[in-house]
Nanobody, 126 residues
Framework: QVQLVETGGGLVQAGASLRLSCSTS????????VGWFRRTAGKERVFVAA????????FYAESVKDRFTVSSDSVKSTVDLQMNSLKPEDTAVYYC???????????????????WGQGTQVTVSS
């Protein structure tokens, strides 16, 4: 059973930073990659960022590019999302997801990921 746990959410003011962390129960070497998605009330979850193996290629949504950075630590089996210059529109529940099995879906697509965490709330006040 693969388990993912997100930590690091909270309430911050616009312009502040937060660092989310996704802890995985499976070694990173067993994965094709990890993605971050977010969902606001009444809306579908949307892609935020992803990191792929091997090679560590990263992908970002246009709305967060240049503000967010995704990174991984294979020793700790964690994937972090550093979020800078936060905006009220970044308010959402953030989920990390693990891709362990090959599929035709790309890293920006939720269908690529088989396991999901419970999510962590990020609230950015104006």
């Amino acid at each position: 059973q693969v388990q993912l746990v997100e930590t690091g959410g909270g309430l911050v003011q616009a312009g502040a930073s937060l660092r989310l962390s996704c802890s995985t129960s499976v070694p990173m070497t067993n994965m094709y990659g990890v993605g971050w998605f977010r969902r606001t009330a009444g809306k579908e979850r949307v892609f935020v960022a992803a990191i792929r193996r091997p090679g560590g290629a990263t992908f970002y949504a246009e709305s967060v590019k240049d503000r967010f950075t995704v990174s991984s630590d294979s020793v700790k089996s964690t994937v972090d999302l550093q979020m800078n210059s936060l905006k009220p529109e970044d308010t959402a529940v953030y989920y990390c997801a693990a891709d362990l099995y090959y599929s035709d879906a790309g890293p920006r697509e939720a269908q690529a990921y088989e396991y999901w965490g419970q999510g962590t709330q990020v609230t950015v006040s104006s």
